[in-house]
């Protein structure tokens, strides 16, 4: 007889153990499941940065959050449905997070003695009343999966390992996943090792079986797939996007890519995407420091390719100085920011949007640049590629912004029409422009942006370096009134981007006197908190900038419309402070700086007191 089916419009699970517990690779598995199935989902790598924390420790426990639904989401869910803990560790770390009456599977094989001690338990939590507001299932996963392998020419550890796909399969069978994709997956990734990967296989098999045999699980669910537009789609994480939106950049040019980096968690993947396709003209440098990653893409651009470097907060500090030489050579140059807790070192796998005046003023002398932010996953793809545009366009160094949520996060995404995306061809110099000579600074009157000449061009040859050019012949200069004229050439090119770039749309409700600005990856708690606050009645507007400098032009008319304008940021206010000293308008911050994203919960509580505020007063 079969069990009943539970539906649900939506579940957040948690999958957490200790480092070498694979978590990560279920999650993703989960995830890519949920993703043929037809869900709509948001996901949150969270793990330590230690490479081998100690096993069994709190700094040890890694984690994996997906958020699914049969509508569209915008976040990886604020508190998990469902916790699955591998060891008390695991436990112990995510508790916290988990809302009473929520559901917890332990490993029960784990909760020795030793670990409890690890994990600073006194007692053992499964017996002592500490989970007594949850729906526990207390499952021997390792013990199960060693009996399920016992006939398996593996080792005692290796049959241990397979823990993680016992509890993938148990997952699988309680929300109806399917399993064949994990499947096939499993025998590709040890295709080397037939037994690991036979092993593997039925670990899951065995874990997906016990749920429907066990009397411990007397439903399953069922969260039925989202109404999503037309179209063929694939899970994608925000680095992912972004390597691909890079290559797109790069034929949409014509340009040969190259991009020049050093290793940094959160951007790494960038780099080792990237590497895997020289067959679109990608060209890989891995650098012995930052400082050579960006100079070597800055070369890339002098020499005609679409130059780009990678990077974490702590790395575009190092490559201040040659972003600066960009400024002044006037040349096209995309740095990649994938922010990451700071300051320092700080939380280098946790999350935070701390380096928005880094990038905005982190430079010597006057030296602006453009910036764009990507707001989701999927959108990293496209904020390249406007990234790009703009770089081209306008000969100048540009920043896009991500960070570790929307980097290591993935969403499905709507592979777009080729034709759809925009051409961004470039045109050299190829002539003289000033009679017979060729002036290296001579302007488009419209874009203010100098030619672009190939070195070796008969006839173009020109002076490059960081040292003042002067206005039009571009030969060093150290004439006072030049240096200003230049200073406020670079600077009115920059703002001129303004006319050239959409106008920050709002997403209006009759009568709201409440603004939600937000940037980078707040767009998705904002929006769902916004939903939240509209389901109640209240009327509440949204807007999201992409372009952070210059701004849209219309920012300012558009802030002067409300009577109070909230700006949540994962900082200390970086954003609020722009938007005062450029606006004049005293916008309220909300900010939390605690490397996670902001819950939409949270800022739904927030927006309402001061909607609630304003009423009284």
């Given amino acids: 007889m079969s069990k009943p089916v539970q539906v649900l419009d939506r579940v957040t699970i948690r999958f957490a153990g200790d480092s070498g517990d694979g978590m990560q690779l279920t999650g993703d598995r989960f995830t890519s499941e949920t993703a043929a199935f037809g869900n709509d989902l948001s996901t949150l790598p969270d793990f330590p940065a230690e490479i081998r924390a100690p096993a069994g420790s709190i700094a040890g426990v890694s984690g994996f959050q997906v958020h699914f639904a049969n509508y569209d989401i915008l976040t990886p869910g604020d508190a998990p ?14 508790l916290r997070d988990v809302p009473k009456g929520a559901t917890i599977i ?19 939590p499964l017996d002592d009343g500490t989970l007594g507001d949850y729906a ?48 096939a997956f499993l025998e590709r990734k040890f295709a080397s090792r037939p037994v690991i990967a036979k092993a593997n296989v039925r670990a899951f098999k065995a874990g997906y079986h016990f749920g429907e045999t066990t009397e411990t699980f007397a439903v399953s ?33 014509g340009l040969p890519l190259f991009l020049g980096a050093y290793p940094i968690t959160p951007a790494s993947d960038i780099l080792h995407e990237l590497s895997r396709h020289k ?22 651009a002098f020499g005609g390719s679409l130059g780009v470097t990678t990077s974490s907060g702590p790395g575009i500090a190092l490559k201040a ?23 320092s070192t700080g939380l280098p796998t946790k999350t935070e949007q701390a380096d928005l005046l880094q990038v905005m003023f982190g430079r010597n002398g006057e030296a602006p640049v453009p910036v ?10 496209h904020a390249a590629i406007e990234a790009a545009r703009i770089a081209l366009k306008y000969r100048t160094p540009v920043v896009l912004l991500s960070d570790g949520y929307l980097g290591n996060g993935s969403e499905p995404w709507l592979i777009p029409d080729v034709a759809s995306l925009p051409d961004i061809s470039v045109a050299f110099a190829t002539e003289p422009n000033h009679g017979d000579d060729y002036w290296p600074y001579l302007r488009d009157e419209r874009t203010l942006a100098r030619p672009w000449a190939v070195p070796g061009t008969p006839g173009l040859e020109h002076r490059i370096g960081g040292l003042e050019k002067a206005d039009g012949t571009g030969t060093i200069s150290y004439d006072p009134e ?39 990856s707040t767009y998705g708690p904002i929006g769902a908190a916004v939903r939240q606050v509209r389901a109640q009645g209240l009327q509440v507007d949204q807007a999201h900038l992409r372009h952070l400098n210059p701004f849209p032009a219309n920012t300012g008319e558009v802030l002067r419309r409300y009577d109070q304008v909230l700006i949540p940021e994962m900082n200390m206010g970086q954003l609020r402070m722009l938007v005062r000293a450029e606006f004049l308008v005293d916008a309220t911050g909300y900010n939390r700086v605690r490397g996670l994203p902001l819950k939409a919960e949270e800022l739904e509580h927030v927006i309402v007191e001061m909607l609630e505020g304003a009423d009284r007063s």
């Fill in 136 to 183: 526990v299932h207390a499952v021997a996963l390792t013990s199960m999966t060693t009996e399920a392998l016992k006939e398996f020419d593996v080792t005692k550890k290796e049959a241990e390992r397979a823990k993680n796909m016992f509890a993938l399969g148990l997952m699988s069978w309680l929300y109806h996943r399917p399993t064949e994709s994990t499947i």
């Fill in 372 to 381: 764009v932010a990507a707001a989701t996953p999927s959108d990293c793809f």
């Fill in 221 to 253: 669910y069922e969260v039925r797939p989202a109404p999503l537009a037309k179209g063929t789609y694939r899970n994608i994480s925000g680095n992912l996007a972004l390597s691909y939106g890079l290559i797109a950049a790069s034929r949409l040019s």
């Fill in 279 to 300: 067959h679109f003209g990608v060209r890989t440098f891995q650098a012995e420091d930052e400082i050579a990653g960006v100079g070597a893409a800055l070369g890339a």
């Fill in 482 to 520: 030049n240096h200003d004229r230049m200073v406020q050439l670079r600077a009115a090119k920059v703002a001129g981007i303004a006319t050239d770039i959409p106008p920050l749309e709002v997403d209006h409700q009759e009568d709201a006197r409440l603004l939600v600005l937000g940037w980078g």
């Fill in 106 to 124: 332990v490993n029960t094989d784990a909760f020795t003695t030793r670990n409890l001690e690890k994990a600073g338990y006194a007692s053992n």
């Fill in 321 to 343: 100085e040659t972003i600066g030489l960009a400024v002044s050579l006037e040349l096209p140059l995309l740095v990649v920011d994938i922010q990451r807790g700071g300051p």
């Fill in 81 to 94: 449905n469902v916790l699955v803990a591998m060891n008390p560790a695991a436990l112990k770390a995510n």
